[in-house]
């Protein structure tokens, strides 16, 4: 009897842990489910424009063959653009830190085990060390992901939605069901554009019918009414995508994200908006790449790798010892941190100097030491 009790508890335990973790992972997954909602939208709306432009507007309405062949062709570029731009944003997996982000396992079971802040912080602290980690909360501590248990890297933020930490994290956008970050950060800003393109596209070419319709110089077809709902469809889309795209260009120039736009990144000397702006030009070829033949076109060419990413180097880092380096031939002066730089880093910040350099040294009491000041603006 005592073990069929013992055994008999053991399963009502696991039974009852069942019935309890049930409703959660049902929950959850019915938000996967609902999230796709807005996704599912956009692709009708889509499907039903193509079939009211092509059907409707250019079989059925356009009188001239030469006419109906244009707007297909240019229709068919806008429209091929939009939907593989869409679809890299959607299905371009968030990139997460690396595993030298995330805490020893001694550590991290000694973390766990510390009650007090204080001591969670020096932890943190040395395992940190050697990171390349320039950002701070906003009192000065390690940022650090609880959930995900990752030491995050500049720029990285967690997603509630997706429950992963992102690199270089922009925004949750529910009208493509994932998170825009390093990695499809550019896929978004082509979506946007040749969404914008495709928008305007199809309400110049349909408002000369649109008119026609609506004064009845045409007679009434079963194409009124897609011509009439497609330029109202077209045209409110387009008022609506070309202020987020504004607004995101001014970022892409600025080299900052959604986040940083409404809350500063805190470094070690205080928190600074421009930080990790290099000037509009290289601020554009970190999105975008250096090729600009690969610009307008929904593949990978970002530069870096997510993990770091170099800042103005205004004010120097206390806690990061600078070696002058003296100037060669063709060379200029620069500051080089002792943790070597990733190669985004070097790349970006290696070519095309165009910054002007200010140099002022600094002597103690004894005139004995000279310390080297490098200062650098941006031009």
Known sequence: ??????????????????????????????????????????????????????????????????????????????????????????FTRPANPSKEFCLPKAEKEQYVKEERPESQQEILWRAAANLPLYTRTGAGAIRYCDRCQVIKPDRCHHCSACDMCVLKMDHHCPWVNNCVGFSNYK????????????????AATVLQYFIKFWTNELPDTHAKFHVLFLFFVAAMFCISILSLFSYHLWLVGKNRSTIEAFRAPVFRTGSDKNGFSLGFGKNIAQVFGDKRKFWLLPIFTSQGDGLTFPSRLVNIDPEQPTVSLQPEANKSIEDVPASPLSESQNHLLGNEQHANNVTEHLENDTGSETITIIMERES
Do not use: N
């Not at 009211?52 to 062709?73: Q, R, W």
């Open 1 to 90: 009897m005592g073990v069929w009790y013992v055994t008999s508890r053991k399963h009502s335990l696991r039974f009852g842990g069942r019935v309890k973790m049930a409703p959660t992972h049902v929950l959850r997954c019915c938000q996967r489910g609902l999230a796709w909602i807005p996704v599912i939208f956009i692709a009708l709306v889509v499907c039903w424009s193509y079939y009211a432009y092509v059907v409707e507007l250019c079989i059925f309405t356009i009188p001239s063959i030469a006419e109906k062949i244009i707007y297909m062709v240019f229709f068919h570029l806008s429209f091929v653009m939009f939907v593989w731009s869409y679809w890299k944003t959607i």
């Open 187 to 202: 896929f978004f800003i082509l979506f946007l554009c040749y969404s914008l393109v495709y928008c305007l596209f199809i």
